[in-house]
């Protein structure tokens, strides 16, 4: 059995529960929002990520007696709510945009109705996955956006806690990254996994030429040699001695990488290597790759910046009450009026306005009612869980292979904007369409 | 048994063993050593924290039939590499800063003396740790300077990977946080977890006083109220005509904190509440906490800031081979000479200089000798793990405790200075002694 998932969470999730069973409220119907206030600044859109892993979670946030004998001997709760708590599985319904979809400020990204006590206890679980998973892929959108083709890959795990590394991967394969360096993010997920050597290899060895035989006879001429040991220009001559015309590539890991890889390209091309390919690391970030873009690069290595966000570690999402039964059985709309936090009340709706060329020219999003659409406009929002049952497709290895088909599917919807570093406003603007 | 943490690294750890068994080199004994090259800009130190998770993952370093499968079936090593990698656990030597140690740009922080295969394969577990758990530590102490005594609480789960969120309380209380609002925190170190409630509780009553009737009902007149889901002043006469005089405290959570924590202050002794505390949580900062100095305000509850690092996600250590056997059987200084990536060769021995008011002045870091030092100067380098024996007292609960006791004697011998949000250069330099 899985680890339970149940205590990664905020103290007061469960003083709510309590609360709420004792005055009566906690089985008043629900719908609780995951929506995003705003881009972080500058940005054109964001790319979510993490709706499978929530999901895979899901199953497992079940309160075990190891759970419950803490929150006992803590007294985080009384009797009657550790009670509820052991009986709890997620019986509600979670309907929210597909992973891998484009977002906009205001989107509906997830939703969850069910009573309140269900829906309040996941608040910090669904976030915690989503706002750090869409972190990366939004980052990793943009890096993908100006690397033109030329494959990327993930190498940042040892810049982000252990286990965010393997969700780092996952994010970054989803975003377009074609590989990832972390070893189970392709256990998880059946993520490609790739690598060669670090400096400390070389360093290991009596010469850099030993270092290159070593690897050579191992990994093939196919492998890629890392020449800034020492002397770059050396590195190559010995990298190209060893493996000969048909070494796979050189990477280059720090300096002046545009400069360097202009002339390395000149030189692999004199000593015969036409096909050995350069691949740099060395701290990009999407401005990093921008400025590659006229050198003769053939594959990027992206780490810290990556599983970081590139400046935005988070994603910024939060999880509102927007609707709720009252006592007399009727539903109400609800919304906090807190300064710069304000929330829009209701159940929401949503698509994206399409043109007649297919381009994307709005986020329409409906409150309490599905606003009209022509037939062209694309709905949003699909059932993930229903009645507690997962729909299948979203989680594993297949939940990653759909969530690049919506990725793909759905930046080619956006208009050319979207690919520009330039800073901006979202790319296209949110739509509130109330009917009331 | 916990699940293995040997995947959680890249794939060219592996590849790299696998060349080093092949070319007969994986076994010369080697010295790797964890540094940091600098200190995020304009930080004045850095407060080392994950030292202890480090060891905690480090006995589950082991791969087992679920691994081997997995590399087998991928192909990442080939059947001699397996068979090492099954036999594998960690049989050296680890040596360095006791957690919670403040450090500087080159201090040695951990050293790993073993065979190269064995010290190679730690490298990106190791890093991902530290690297983490730093970022969060230094930048809670930053918060914990300028917050006066006033007790500070983490409360950032939802803002990073569900996992991380433990690591980032864990981190926050060894920088001087007083709670966690994060459960699994309080269940696997033994923190102290905290939490009221939020506005989704609010919203779900039909009227703000009913929501707070249940919360004073449940969880007593001691509890905190949260009183800006609609009006403020509302909100605190209501929480005052619930709760009495005895209620515990009310949270402010969006606006302009300083003047609200004012007139709130105010409204509050006007309605009899002198001992009423105010808690402000609001995406606050150490630049938020250090505004907020004059303000009657009573506790922080900071998330977004802390958990991120406060702009710097990420402590930047990085992992070197520094020394190693040769075929001779001598040992060898190495270090690599990349541009901007230089590292300084030889096994090192670190204290810190202290005057006699016991202040630090400097970080002195010797070089394959133990420089000279007088009695006032402190070793900073303590045995972790000797031969594969893990020493005692450095996981788990101890290890947080005796880490809360480093961190606050360390700070003390800092100068003023460091305790300023002034930014600058590191607060003492490093000095590197070389006695060849």
């Not at 899985?2 to 205590?7: H, K």
């Amino acid at each position: 059995m899985a680890p339970a998932t149940s205590l990664l969470t905020d103290h007061y999730e469960l003083t709510m529960v309590e609360a709420a069973l004792a005055a009566g409220t906690a089985s008043r119907r629900s719908v609780f929002e995951v929506f995003a206030r705003r881009l972080p600044e500058g940005r054109r859109y964001g790319l979510l990520a993490g709706t499978g892993r929530v999901l895979e979670g899901l199953a497992d946030f079940r309160f075990g007696t190891a759970e419950l004998d803490f929150l006992a001997d803590r007294k985080v709760v009384n009797e009657r709510t550790l009670n509820w708590l052991a009986d709890f599985s997620f019986k509600g319904t979670i309907t929210g945009y597909a992973e891998g979809e484009i977002y906009f400020p205001g989107s509906p990204l997830l939703q969850v109705e069910s009573t309140f006590a269900e829906a309040c206890i996941l608040e910090t679980y669904l976030l915690s996955v989503l706002n750090f998973d869409t972190a990366v892929a939004s980052a990793a959108s943009r890096m993908i956006a100006v690397a033109d083709d030329r494959p990327c890959i993930e190498m940042g795990s040892r810049r982000t806690h252990e286990h965010s590394a393997v969700a780092a991967a996952r994010a970054a394969i989803i975003a377009g990254f074609g590989a990832t360096s972390n070893l189970e993010a392709g256990r998880s997920y059946g993520l490609p996994t790739t690598g060669t050597a670090a400096h400390s290899f070389t360093l290991l060895h009596d010469s850099e030429r030993e270092a290159f035989q070593a690897q050579v006879a191992t990994l093939g001429q196919g492998t890629t040699l890392l020449v800034d040991t020492y002397d770059v220009e050396q590195g190559v001559r010995t990298a190209v001695e060893v493996a000969g015309p048909e070494l796979g590539g050189v990477r280059l890991d720090s300096g002046d990488l545009v400069e360097q890889a202009r002339w390395v390209r000149s030189l692999l091309d004199e000593l015969g290597n036409t096909n050995t390919r350069i691949v740099v690391t060395s701290d990009l970030d999407e401005y990093a790759i921008a400025s590659l873009r006229s050198a003769p690069v053939d594959a990027y290595g992206v780490g810290t910046q990556l599983v970081t966000g590139s400046g935005h570690p988070t994603a910024g999402m939060v999880y509102k009450l927007v609707s709720r039964e009252g006592n007399d059985g009727q539903w109400k709309d609800v919304a906090k009026a807190a300064i710069g936090k304000a929330s829009v009340g209701g159940r929401k709706s949503a698509y994206r306005r399409l043109n007649e060329r297919g381009r994307a020219t709005a986020e329409v999003v409906g409150i309490d009612e599905t606003p009209e659409r022509t037939e062209r406009d694309r709905d949003l929002i699909v059932p993930l869980v229903v009645d507690g049952e997962l729909q299948p497709g979203f989680t594993g290895a297949d939940g990653v292979k759909r969530a690049i088909e919506r990725r793909k599917a759905s930046i080619e919807e956006l208009p050319g904007a979207a690919r520009q570093m330039l800073r901006g406003e979202p790319v296209i603007p949110t739509v509130f369409v109330d009917e009331h």
